[in-house]
């Protein structure tokens, strides 16, 4: 198992929730696609955005893809502000 992975695995096993909802790689292309299209600090806070979205939802992995669908959309509709 990658370290990736290990880590996942061992966070999800702390917090009680199970890792088999994790959306890994749809979580990281959306979080990839905010910090360029929106500013790098606003990619972990987008995940813990989703987390909260899926787990009020059922903590299902459908429930996060639904979430990461829902702000796929937002993003693309976002209009970038000017620092």
């Given at each position: 198992m990658n370290p990736l992975d290990?880590?996942?695995h061992e966070?999800?096993?702390?917090?009680?929730?199970s890792h088999e909802a994790m959306e890994r790689d749809l979580l990281l292309e959306l979080t990839r696609d905010?910090?360029?299209?929106?500013?790098?600090?606003a990619a972990?806070?987008?995940?813990?955005?989703?987390?909260?979205?899926?787990?009020?939802?059922g903590g299902t992995a459908q429930d996060?893809?639904?979430?990461?669908?829902?702000?796929?959309t937002v993003l693309a509709s976002h209009t970038p502000t000017q620092p």
């Open positions: 290990a880590w996942l966070a999800a096993n702390a917090l009680g929730v905010v910090a360029h299209g929106v500013a790098r600090p972990p806070l987008t995940s813990f955005l989703v987390g909260l979205a899926a787990g009020k939802a996060v893809r639904a979430a990461i669908r829902t702000l796929a």
